[in-house]
C-alpha cells in the first residue's frame, strides 16, 4: 500500500486551511515582519487587511498543493508576486519561523512540519529575489 501524501497526512483541505488562517494573522503581529521595509509595511497595515481573505485561500491552495493534494496552485508566480515587497532573507527566515509556530500549535508531527517547511524554504531564492539589486 502507497504510503498516504503530506496533504492527507497533515489532514486534508480543513487541517491546511486552519494552519494557514493562523499563521497568516500572526504575520501581521509580528513586528521583524510588518515593520521590516516601507513596502512591507504598506502592504500589511493598508493592502493586506483587505485582501486578507483573497491571500489566505491562495496560501491555502499553495500548500495544499505543494503537499500532494487535489489541488493546483493558480496564482501568481512567486518571484513575481514578492518582487516588489523587498523581502530579504532575515524576513523570510521570520516568516518560516511563525509557519513553525503555527504548525506546532496544531501539533502538527515533526516529520510533517518538517516536509512542511522545507516546501516554503525551497521558495526563498524566488521570494526574496526583490531584495537584492536589480531582483
Known amino acids: 500500500m502507497a504510503e498516504k501524501s503530506?496533504?492527507?497526512?497533515?489532514?486534508?483541505?480543513?487541517?491546511?486551511?486552519?494552519?494557514?488562517?493562523?499563521?497568516?494573522?500572526?504575520?501581521?503581529?509580528?513586528?521583524?515582519?510588518?515593520?521590516a521595509?516601507?513596502?512591507?509595511?504598506?502592504w500589511h497595515t493598508v493592502k493586506f487587511r483587505e485582501r486578507m481573505p483573497g491571500l489566505k485561500f491562495l496560501r491555502t491552495l499553495w500548500v495544499a498543493s505543494v503537499a500532494g493534494g487535489p489541488f493546483q496552485y493558480t496564482g501568481e508566480e512567486?518571484?513575481?508576486?514578492?518582487?516588489?515587497?523587498?523581502?530579504?532573507?532575515?524576513?523570510?527566515?521570520?516568516?518560516?519561523?511563525?509557519?513553525?509556530?503555527?504548525?506546532?500549535?496544531?501539533?502538527?508531527?515533526q516529520r510533517e512540519k518538517e516536509e512542511v517547511l522545507a516546501a516554503f524554504n525551497a521558495?526563498?531564492?524566488?521570494?526574496t529575489a526583490g531584495s537584492k539589486v536589480g531582483g
Open 78 to 109: 512567486l518571484r513575481d508576486a514578492h518582487r516588489d515587497l523587498r523581502i530579504t532573507p532575515e524576513v523570510f527566515d521570520e516568516v518560516v519561523a511563525e509557519l513553525g509556530k503555527a504548525l506546532d500549535h496544531f501539533k502538527v508531527p
Open 123 to 127: 521558495q526563498k531564492p524566488d521570494v
Open 37 to 42: 521595509n516601507p513596502a512591507l509595511k504598506e
Open 6 to 35: 503530506l496533504y492527507e497526512r497533515l489532514g486534508g483541505i480543513f487541517a491546511v486551511a486552519a494552519v494557514v488562517d493562523s499563521f497568516s494573522d500572526q504575520l501581521l503581529k509580528n513586528p521583524k515582519i510588518v515593520d
